[in-house]
Nanobody, 123 residues
Framework: QVQLVESGGGLAQAGGSLRLSCVAS????????MGWFRQAPGKEREFVAA????????DYVDSVKGRFTISRDNGKNTAYLQMNNLKPEDTALYSC????????????????WGQGTQVTVSS
């Protein structure tokens, strides 16, 4: 069992930055691929980024490439999402998730979810 708690959301201006954190409790954090998803009001949940449990290989949705960076610190059981050059369309509830599947990208491939942290970007 893995529990995930996100933090770091808030209000930012367009062009600004936020850093989200996801702290995991439980065992074998370093054996899970960690992902970030987001859901805006009235829209479906969207994959944002993932970092594999081995090799630190990352994956991003096209709309955030070059602006967002996912990372992890296995010693701290924490995954991060650094978000730069934020845009109003980045406004959403951001959730982190953990998967045993190495190249997980779809929501149903993730086993554990946090409650989410709200990110609001003003123009």
């Amino acid at each position: 069992q893995v529990q995930l708690v996100e933090s770091g959301g808030g209000l930012a201006q367009a062009g600004g930055s936020l850093r989200l954190s996801c702290v995991a409790s439980g065992r074998a954090f370093n054996m899970y691929t960690m992902g970030w998803f987001r859901q805006a009001p009235g829209k479906e949940r969207e994959f944002v980024a993932a970092i594999r449990w081995f090799g630190g290989i990352t994956d991003y949705v096209d709309s955030v490439k070059g602006r967002f960076t996912i990372s992890r610190d296995n010693g701290k059981n924490t995954a991060y999402l650094q978000m730069n050059n934020l845009k109003p369309e980045d406004t959403a509830l951001y959730s982190c998730a953990a998967s045993r599947i190495w190249n997980a990208r779809k929501g149903d491939e993730y086993d554990y979810w946090g409650q989410g942290t709200q990110v609001t970007v003003s123009s």
